[in-house]
């Protein structure tokens, strides 16, 4: 396949495949009919990034292809990339092609979009950039009528802002949500509604508090939130973090306090191991919870994170890595059983699989 180019017309067959994988992989648990949740199957991408390859005076963008890691392809369009970034990856080359201040030693363009239409695009060079850099990219910024960020070595020049505000609808509401260059966001925005709707369909009519690990700019929190009495966020990001206290305000949640700590500083803070400093204002003990929701990245819930969350009666857990849910569920169903699974299709015509877990303490 392509590194830049789709088949609509393979894409069910791939997806049968992989949900036929999570399905013989996850067996040993006996779980519930599997859930699917498919994606578009062109333009369903948010974010991208190309490689710049010069021949002669020329720029153009370019992929490697899986495996193939030493050999460049140059690409013309990115079929799936959304629509607006296909549109200003046209917009954006031949005015750098035009002017020699803002392709020189260019190495990398990044876009990042959003459903909302809002965009960024971000340079990076091989070169320290300088006030005829600012002034060219900033008539470029007004001619693209998109937000523009420049890159090389220990420099960042923000030309008008360094993040797009995105819009999700979930469950007939508009959510907006700050995402910042260079931070980690869902890159399929299509199952990320899919993926925050079926986590408050799971979650309907629970009692009492959530805690959450691993929170993100609030992806998940804030539909999530007026499900609950209270939450308790954690994230480690600093960045993140402060993007989540942004969004919190953007969608007027009250309900919703966010600490930047690791899920296992919070697991030590809750088993009474240490103190931190970063607690200081959170009593642990108002909080009465009742369900956690745990999205830790690929290497999993690391032994102690495992055992806290046994402690809840509802767990949701939302993993990019099959390989590491199913060791942290050898040990969680000893207690939990599993009610709802989930597969999302984020990656279409990849071999990565993003799963929902919903499971309940046995009685």
């Known amino acids: 396949m392509s590194v830049h180019q789709v088949y609509p017309e393979k894409y069910q067959k791939l997806l049968n495949k992989k949900s036929q994988w999570l399905r013989e992989q996850l067996a040993e648990f006996k779980p519930p009919q599997l859930e699917v949740f498919a994606s578009t199957d062109k333009h369903f991408r948010q974010r991208a990034e190309f490689k710049i390859w010069h021949e002669g005076d020329k720029a153009n963008y370019a992929m490697y292809a899986k495996g193939e890691y030493k050999k460049t392809y140059i690409i013309d369009r990115f079929d799936i990339g959304s629509e607006l970034i296909n549109q200003l990856m046209q917009k954006l080359l031949p005015e750098l092609n035009n002017n020699e201040t803002l392709k020189r030693k260019l190495f990398q363009v990044e876009f990042l979009t959003g459903q909302s239409g809002d965009a960024l695009i971000t340079l990076i060079y091989h070169r320290p950039l300088d006030d005829d850099w600012e002034q060219a990219a900033t008539a470029l910024q007004t001619r693209l009528n998109t937000a523009i960020i420049g890159r090389s070595r220990k420099q960042k020049r923000v030309l008008k802002r360094d993040h797009i505000i995105e819009t999700l609808n979930i469950n007939d509401r508009q959510y907006q949500y700050q995402q910042v260059e260079s931070s980690f966001t869902q890159p399929n925005a299509g199952i990320c509604e899919k993926m925050i709707e079926w ?61 930047r700590m690791s899920a296992e500083e919070l697991s030590q803070a809750m088993d009474g191991v240490r103190e931190f400093r970063r607690l200081r204002d959170i009593n642990l003990t108002q909080y009465d919870f009742s369900t956690v929701l745990v999205d830790p990245p690929r290497a999993g819930l690391d032994k102690h994170t495992e055992e806290m969350v046994c402690r809840f009666d509802q767990i949701l857990y939302v993993s990019c890595n099959p390989q590491t849910l199913q060791q942290n569920l050898r040990h969680i169903t000893k207690t939990h059983r599993i009610e709802r699974l989930a597969f999302f299709d984020q990656f279409p015509y990849t071999d990565h699989i993003e799963t929902g877990v919903w499971l309940k303490r046995k009685s």
């Open 199 to 259: 986590a408050t369909s799971c979650c309907a009519n629970s009692p009492g508090d959530l805690l959450e690990l691993y929170c993100g700019n609030g992806n998940f929190t804030i539909p999530l939130a007026s499900l609950f009495d209270k939450v308790l966020a954690t994230e480690i990001s600093k960045t993140s973090v402060n993007s989540a206290q942004v969004n919190f305000g953007l969608n007027q949640q009250e309900n919703i306090i966010i600490a």
